[in-house]
């Protein structure tokens, strides 16, 4: 396999399981050495040492709460000590919970601002330098198909995700020049925990087996299933590699058809 990314160092945050581990891991079979991060010790040192495992490459685990905006930086100054450099930075977090509108307070609210547009923004701030000076950087922000159709029980997330979108589109053209590309990666339905516990919800309320609400909703993605998350991996692989320099400001849905809009 052509390692294009070789030497490289990538950031991958939340990176435990589901979107965030499988991109460190393709970012790792793509050449590159990660830093990665997660709330608890015992998962993220695991994912750390299966990727490891599975690609030769250094892993470096980190423990944050990419809710605190000092865990980001200690995130972002153990990257430094550890390579001196951040070429690639995957943005990812944890998603919030489901609901209707009048479900949420203020408080869930500045919850959802703080742990899904916040982290993007305080991350994107710490590699940017780096990358000028360099001259080369890729930033990712994983987001959601929601920010082509929104999702009627998602309605914190559709928002949030609407506000990292045009925080990357902003910034892409800010740093355009100095050979750093910014995109957002739009996971429709890959079959992670998150996505599990979703389907495992909207079954509940509705009364209806998993497994029949899982099928139908296959149905109605063109590809006729959910994805795997080392396919959204291949896809932020790609978007992190070299060939992919005239590619910025965009968002790239990995979502097997499923959204309906043009663009
Ligand atoms: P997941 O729940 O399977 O994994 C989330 C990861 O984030 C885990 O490693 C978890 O430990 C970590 N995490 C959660 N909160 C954190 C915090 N405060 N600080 C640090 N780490 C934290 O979720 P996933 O399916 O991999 O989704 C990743 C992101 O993509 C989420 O924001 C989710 O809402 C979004 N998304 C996913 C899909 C999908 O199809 N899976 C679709 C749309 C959007």
Redesign the pocket.
């Known amino acids: 396999m052509t390692q294009s990314l070789a030497g490289k160092v990538a950031l991958v945050?939340?990176?435990?399981?589901?979107?965030?581990?499988a991109s460190a891991e393709a970012l790792a079979r793509a050449g590159c050495d990660l830093v990665i991060?997660?709330?608890?010790r015992a998962?993220v040192d695991r994912a750390a040492e299966e990727i490891r495992r599975a690609t030769g490459r250094a892993v470096l685990s980190v423990v944050?709460?990419?809710?605190d905006a000092e865990a980001i930086q200690k995130v972002l100054d153990a990257a430094m000590v550890a390579h001196g450099h951040v070429d690639v930075l995957v943005s990812?977090?944890?998603?919030?919970q489901p609901g209707p509108f009048m479900g949420f307070d203020d408080t869930a609210w500045q919850g959802a601002f703080d742990?899904?547009l916040m982290p993007a923004v305080r991350l994107a701030r710490g590699v940017v330098p780096g990358m000028q000076a360099q001259g080369w950087g890729r930033i990712l922000f994983?987001?959601?198909?929601?920010v082509k159709q929104p999702i009627p029980a998602l309605v914190l997330?559709n928002s949030l995700r609407a506000a990292v979108t045009a925080m990357a589109k902003t910034l892409a053209g800010h740093v355009a020049k100095d050979g750093i590309t910014v995109n957002c990666v739009a996971?429709?339905?890959?079959l992670?925990?998150?996505?599990r516990f979703l389907d495992g919800e909207a079954a509940k309320a509705s009364g209806r087996p998993l497994e029949d609400l899982q099928a139908e909703l296959a149905t109605r993605i063109p590809v006729g299933r959910y994805?795997e998350p080392r396919e959204f991996g291949e896809a932020v692989a790609f978007l992190a590699s070299p060939g992919a320099a005239y590619i910025t400001g965009s968002t790239l849905a990995v979502d097997g058809g499923a959204i309906g809009s043009l663009l």
């Open positions: 945050t939340a990176a435990s399981r589901g979107l965030g581990r991060c997660s709330r608890d998962s944050a709460d990419l809710s990812n977090t944890g998603g919030p742990a899904l994983i987001t959601s198909s929601a997330s996971p429709g339905r890959i992670t925990d998150r996505v994805g």
